[in-house]
């Protein structure tokens, strides 16, 4: 039976995020035929048309408010819920992210929807539509399936690969205005200070080198960006690291931090605490670099480096550089 799937499409500085393009493969699967509509807010919006088009979208919907241009609870909430009683969908999709994480519940709340969260695989059986999700900090998955009424959940970022773009596609599109008293926002964005350092947006990065307390010191993450230059990688630290002061809290990976799901994640000088595995465990290939043989961290590495990461993450960065220069 072929649904009508509707995606919020999560712009951050007005560039999409990877998650919204795994969202519009995870839409496609399960559309059947059906139209997959993605929604995009702010004043940039229209500016990922194309792209939201090539990568799966059948229609787009641009709500080019400039009170979207920042996210706020209460101005997507009602930005959100006006596009959702227009389009009438039979699924909705957004990311796990610090958007779709806010936005979700209120709004399934509101609706009376149940909400499946943090997906890591989305299938179709037996019409029905079937998520997977991790449970007891990533220890265990459990399967769920909505019996009756719209399906709602939210996807982890870097789990559903995105579509091959299709740059002969094109999609319908169309301009809702919608509603969004200025009274009814309880907060205002004046400005934006981001403390987390240029680069590899951390929560979407294929690649992650992360240091613990093993780093020892600010100074201690010098070797480890230097490594993550060379892989085009994301920095980011255990919650050990973040309390000693070593980096700012918006690294931190873990039950209380961000969670990853990259290609490559390499531990450096973390011992493995549960809390932070909670955060890090289902990467596809991890590398621990201790030199305490009995760290927590080595049970659930792909591999292990017993060593000092001062002595072997620079000798780790000068090969890859070397067979980087080669090919």
Known sequence: MSKNVLVLADVRDGELRNVALECLAAASRVAAGGVVTAAVFGTKGKNSVEKLAHYGADKVITVS???LDSYTTD????AFKQVIEKVNPDVIF???TAVGRDVSPRIAARMEWGLVSDCTEVTVESDRIVFTRPIYAGKAFVKKAVREGVVFATLRPNNIPALEPDSGRSAEVEEVDVEIGADSLRTLIKDVVRKSTEGVDLSEARVVVAGGRGVKSKEGFKPLQELADVLGAAVGASRGACDADYCDYSLQI???GKVVTPDLYIACGISGAIQHLAGMSNSKVIVAINKDPEASIFSVADYGIVGDLFEVVPMLTEELKK?????
Do not use: I, R, S
Not at 75 to 78: A, L, N, S, T, V
Not at 323 to 327: C, F, G, H, K, Q
């Open 65 to 67: 408010n400039e009170k």
């Open 75 to 78: 101005g997507y909430f009602q």
């Open 94 to 96: 957004t990311g796990h």
């Open 254 to 256: 873990g039950q209380t």
């Open 323 to 327: 067979v980087l220069a080669e090919n």
